[in-house]
């Protein structure tokens, strides 16, 4: 007997998910020292994101002060991004602050946007010239005017960067980056049955930008922390024991290495 064709949902993954992959700049890589096993055409990331976790832990260890330990996570920063260039990944999302964190003490917050502030405008000349496009995951309107200012100045200074796309989230969580998408697709008068997993995408922080392939995080810790927890639906995780003041380009590679060595399935 013939069996009747099945019925699949229209919208069902990843159909919803890959209309965003023309979207995303189209890095190379400068050198050819890849490492060993990995082909740069079919298995480095399009889109890494970072959970950089360790910076007190690293301080308190060296008796330092957290806000030291900080200062010393955006040299870390500095450092990848040029390697993260070099090897031609396009994309880039960095956990830098989130809501939760308002929870901390007065001073340490304070202190990460006064780093901040200090890093985009002595940086911001070197992003530019790198050809790095920022791009801010989170509610701007939050955060104290200096901090805005110092924000929107490097979005503006930044805009034609076309080599990397640095995603910077602060003040961002992912539970209110949904919030976020909701309230926009009800002010825009969507009917409820219009509503599809590409709405919801196109609403998000990130629209328009494929999902992370790689999610990384550093300093021992496996958990995701309200970080993308849309986009990372399918993204492969790598966790590494390293704080993140010592993760280097040795670390990132070993990261890439290990995702080129895995098979995604998504779901098939």
């Given at each position: 007997?013939?069996?009747?064709?099945?019925?699949?949902?229209?919208?069902?993954?990843?159909?919803?998910?890959?209309?965003?992959m023309?979207?995303?700049?189209?890095?190379?890589?400068?050198?050819?020292?890849?490492?060993?096993?990995?082909?740069?055409?079919?298995?480095?990331?399009?889109?890494?994101?970072?959970?950089?976790?360790?910076?007190?832990?690293?301080?308190?260890?060296?008796?330092?002060?957290?806000?030291?330990?900080?200062?010393?996570?955006?040299?870390a920063?500095?450092?990848?991004?040029?390697?993260?260039?070099?090897?031609?990944?396009?994309?880039?999302?960095?956990?830098?602050?989130?809501?939760?964190?308002?929870?901390?003490?007065?001073?340490?917050?304070?202190?990460?946007?006064?780093?901040?502030?200090?890093?985009?405008?002595?940086?911001?000349?070197?992003?530019?010239?790198?050809?790095?496009?920022?791009?801010?995951?989170?509610?701007l309107?939050?955060?104290?005017?200096?901090?805005?200012?110092?924000?929107?100045?490097?979005?503006?200074?930044?805009?034609?960067?076309?080599?990397?796309?640095?995603?910077?989230?602060?003040?961002?969580?992912?539970?209110?980056?949904?919030?976020?998408?909701?309230?926009?697709?009800?002010?825009?008068?969507m009917?409820a049955?219009?509503?599809?997993?590409?709405?919801i995408?196109?609403?998000?922080?990130?629209?328009?930008?494929?999902?992370?392939?790689?999610?990384?995080r550093?300093?021992?810790?496996?958990?995701i922390?309200?970080?993308l927890?849309?986009?990372?639906?399918?993204?492969?995780?790598?966790?590494?024991?390293?704080?993140?003041?010592?993760f280097?380009?040795?670390?990132?590679?070993?990261?890439?290495?290990?995702?080129?060595?895995?098979?995604?399935?998504?779901?098939?």
């Amino acid at each position: 007997m013939a069996r009747t064709p099945l019925a699949r949902p229209t919208d069902a993954p990843p159909t919803a998910h890959g209309s965003a992959m023309a979207a995303a700049p189209g890095a190379t890589p400068d050198t050819p020292d890849e490492p060993s096993g990995i082909s740069p055409e079919r298995d480095l990331p399009h889109h890494v994101a970072i959970i950089m976790d360790g910076n007190r832990r690293w301080a308190r260890a060296r008796g330092l002060s957290d806000l030291e330990g900080h200062a010393a996570g955006v040299e870390a920063i500095r450092r990848l991004l040029r390697h993260v260039v070099r090897r031609g990944v396009p994309i880039l999302s960095l956990y830098a602050f989130s809501r939760e964190n308002w929870a901390r003490s007065d001073a340490e917050v304070v202190g990460l946007f006064g780093l901040l502030e200090q890093a985009i405008r002595s940086e911001t000349p070197e992003l530019k010239a790198e050809g790095v496009r920022v791009q801010l995951l989170g509610r701007l309107d939050e955060l104290p005017p200096e901090t805005r200012r110092s924000i929107l100045s490097a979005l503006d200074e930044t805009a034609g960067g076309n080599r990397l796309l640095l995603n910077v989230a602060f003040n961002y969580a992912g539970r209110t980056e949904l919030v976020d998408a909701v309230r926009q697709i009800i002010a825009a008068g969507m009917p409820a049955d219009a509503v599809d997993e590409a709405t919801i995408a196109d609403a998000l922080y990130t629209a328009g930008l494929p999902d992370p392939d790689l999610v990384i995080r550093t300093g021992g810790e496996q958990r995701i922390s309200n970080f993308l927890i849309w986009q990372a639906a399918y993204s492969e995780f790598y966790f590494s024991p390293v704080l993140w003041p010592d993760f280097d380009a040795a670390e990132f590679d070993a990261a890439v290495l290990e995702f080129a060595q895995r098979t995604r399935r998504f779901g098939r």
